[in-house]
């Protein structure tokens, strides 16, 4: 099983990029999902999740109101929105599959799979 990242780019702030995420091999129906992200020189970081029952959704402070995480099942696919970006939004993103959400915290279960990463890079 394979989740394939595409998306990421490089994007003056105040602009916007859309993620998408697509699992090939297998399905992650059953599964929560959600995006991490890892900047130069700090620790990977959870973007926002999607709980595997009833699709209850949490985002990291720094992104609410800012990005929007959705799922297709049809397509076995995860996207992210990502809206009025900054600086500071500069990482790789990851998607996952198992992540978990427990109350309003997103965190990776640890039996899931990780895509291959995009670079998502804002800058004047």
């Known amino acids: 099983f394979q989740l394939q990242a595409s998306g990421g780019g490089s994007v003056q702030p105040g602009g916007s990029l859309r993620l998408s995420c697509v699992g090939s091999?297998?399905?992650?129906?059953?599964?929560?999902v959600g995006w991490f992200r890892q900047a130069p020189g700090m620790e990977r970081e959870a973007v926002s999740c999607?709980?595997?029952?009833?699709?209850?959704?949490v985002y990291a402070d720094s992104v609410k109101d800012r990005f929007i995480i959705s799922r297709d099942f049809a397509k076995n696919a995860v996207y992210l929105q990502m809206n009025s970006l900054r600086p500071e939004d500069t990482a790789v993103y990851y998607c996952?599959?198992?992540?978990?959400?427990?109350?309003?915290?997103?965190?990776?279960?640890?039996?899931?799979?990780w895509g291959q990463g995009t670079l998502v890079t804002v800058s004047s």
């Open positions: 996952v599959t198992d992540a978990l959400v427990i109350g309003e915290v997103c965190t990776y279960g640890g039996f899931g799979s």
């Open positions: 091999g297998g399905r992650f129906d059953d599964l929560g």
């Open positions: 999607i709980k595997d029952t009833g699709g209850r959704i």
